[in-house]
């Protein structure tokens, strides 16, 4: 065959050549006009840089009172309570919801449901979820509970369904053919596969958790971020950035504790 | 014994994938069903204990029937039916002990089960039956630390343990070497000749079947297109079960009269096919 007969080119997604401009063009344009629309102009970004820098030395240096300092203290704890509480209630309405909303051994009425849970969860952010639970139980860290506890039934039992539909279905199939209930086949066949990815996930989100146990208490729902709302309010930024370096070190702790209990299990 | 007549499956697919089979294998006998990928001898064995259900005919067990079963008689009915599979289907992340005793579970309450609390004869049966399949002192490993050929040990000692009255065995030995394949055979045959238990084996390694099996089905499409002793499988046999019926023979039925009906088979004739072979 002479050279040059066989036109080849890389397979393409788009159809035809007119379409992938198109395509791009329109992307870039939506940009565009995202940008003008929101008033993101240049002129407004360098003069917002100039204020973050004001402020920046502001916050410096970072200080809190004794009083103030006791608390952080107390408040954090709190936070890292409510985190501890929400992770525990969090994963026991999780895993029951986890094994119905996986589709390889749920019937689909009880998989369709669960899957809407789970939806449902996630839909939210924790701070819409926090405002509603302030409303319905009022201030404190048992809003923050029952918030954290929600969002992680959204986390949890999701990234575990997925798990649960990933198994190896023939290890099930051979314990259940050996006469095993519904419930050993669970025990015998399904969990061990996921128990490792179970451990993991929750340190993951236990360490999720501490974060969002830092902020929910702008709306009320009890924690460190309370604190942080009122010094804001006074204009108080030392006690602001003395509260952030708080909230800093203690995410950074969970998060480094996360990452080695994680990386032992897996 | 096991009795199937008028096996019928048709997934929701529309495939037919078995069209009225029959089939006993009795005593201690051990029958291999051989065939071409796709002609549903997984299928068959799968519908035997109902891991798939049967669409239409009869299974029978030493006199029940299987196919009219409710989940808990059901249950109690695959307690007696071992099975051992091509992947092993061990749980990997579980001891070489507890994926045998998974064989007991169906004696043993669910959180007997959960605490791993099995009778100690169990136990003892369970080192006994490892100590046969050569995986003495294994016990504690768990089944990711093994070899394929041992992996398919402890699924042998899975069903054995169960002291079936029958063992259906899908494919055994397709994902180990040929050496390895022969001593899996050998062990699985003779430990259920030891046991006597009869054994319904899937193979795709003639071969194998013919050095093992007291009796040979050929499976082709879905239908039994052959049924006789090692000896009696022939090229023509083989042609019938690994290519569709042989046409000298389709000739000869519609002569004859008499329509393929359903469950209907050629039963091979090694005269016959020595004198009218292609």
Known sequence: ?266 | MLAVSNLEKTYSTGDEALKGVDLAVEGSETVAMIGPSGAGKSTFIRCVNRLTEPTAGSVELDGTELTTLDDDALRAARRDIGMIFQEYNLVERLTVMENVLTGQLGYVSTWQAFRRNFPPETVDRAADILDRVGLGGMADKRVDELSGGQRQRVGIARAVIQEPKILLVDEPTSSLDPETSETVMELLTDIAAERGVPVLINIHEVDLALDHADRIVGLHDGELVFEGTPDELDEAGLDTVYRGADPDRLTDRATNGSQPAEGDRVVVNTTDAASGGV
């Open chain 1, 1 to 266: 065959m002479a050279a040059g007969e066989t036109r080849w080119e890389r397979p393409s997604v788009f159809p035809r050549r007119e379409v992938k401009w198109f395509t791009y063009l329109a992307v870039v344009g939506f940009f565009l006009w995202s940008a003008w629309d929101l008033g993101a102009a240049p002129g407004r970004i360098l003069e917002g840089v100039g204020n973050a820098a004001a402020l920046a030395t502001d916050f410096f240096p970072p200080e809190a009172t004794p009083r103030q300092r006791t608390r952080i203290i107390e408040k954090m704890l709190e936070s890292v309570a409510i985190a501890m509480i929400s992770t525990l209630t969090g994963i026991l309405v999780s895993v029951p919801i986890a094994f119905m909303a996986a589709e390889n051994i749920s019937p689909r009425p009880l998989y369709t449901l669960n899957r809407g849970l789970i939806a449902i969860s996630r839909a939210f952010n924790a701070i819409i979820v926090a405002i509603i639970a302030v409303k319905a139980v009022g201030f404190g860290p048992l809003a923050g509970i029952i918030t954290i506890t929600f969002k992680t039934v959204g986390f949890f039992s999701k990234l575990l369904a997925e798990d649960i539909e990933d198994i190896d279905m023939g290890s099930v199939e051979a314990v259940r053919a050996a006469g095993g209930s519904p419930i050993q086949t669970l025990l015998y066949g399904v969990v061990p596969q996921i128990i490792p990815r179970f451990a993991g996930l929750s340190v993951y989100r236990w360490d999720i958790n501490i974060r969002t146990s830092t902020i929910i208490g702008i709306v009320g729902a009890g924690g460190i971020g309370s604190v942080l709302l009122t010094a804001f309010n006074r204009y108080d930024y030392g006690y602001v950035s003395a509260i952030l370096l708080a909230i800093i070190a203690v995410v950074l702790v969970a998060e480094g504790v996360s990452a080695v209990v994680r990386r032992r299990y897996q």
